[in-house]
């Protein structure tokens, strides 16, 4: 069974950074896509960044040059080093883990930034 924690979140003013990570325990496949989705009140679910147990990375087009992706494979752990951080970045944020096509989800972590 896999198991993701999250850590990091919290309240923020605009312009600030946070880091997020996530850490995955149990039964994982050494070929693994981890990344972070937001979820902000009356809205859909969506990507912000995943990267692949290779090294490959992928933001959303609202966060690049902003937010920074990176994971430790032994420790099976990711990151989200998040700055110049906006209102509109203020969300739910969930760790995800997809090993062949199965999707894994942390608890969330609330992101607010807010003056």
């Known amino acids: 069974q896999v198991q993701l924690v999250e850590f990091g979140g919290g309240a923020v003013q605009p312009g600030g950074s946070l880091r997020l990570s996530c850490a995955a325990s149990?039964?994982?496949?050494?070929?693994?896509?981890m990344g972070w989705y937001r979820q902000a009140p009356g809205k859909q679910r969506e990507l912000v960044a995943a990267?692949?147990?290779?090294?490959?990375?992928n933001y959303a087009d609202s966060v690049k040059g902003r937010f920074t992706i990176s994971r430790d494979n032994a420790k099976n752990t990711v990151y989200l080093q998040m700055n110049s951080l906006k209102p509109d970045d203020t969300a739910v944020y969930y760790c995800?883990?997809?090993?062949?096509?199965?999707?894994?989800w942390g608890q969330g972590t609330q992101v607010t930034v807010s003056s």
């Open positions: 149990g039964s994982i496949f050494s070929n693994n896509i």
């Open positions: 995800n883990l997809r090993v062949v096509y199965v999707d894994y």
């Open positions: 990267a692949t147990t290779g090294g490959s990375t």
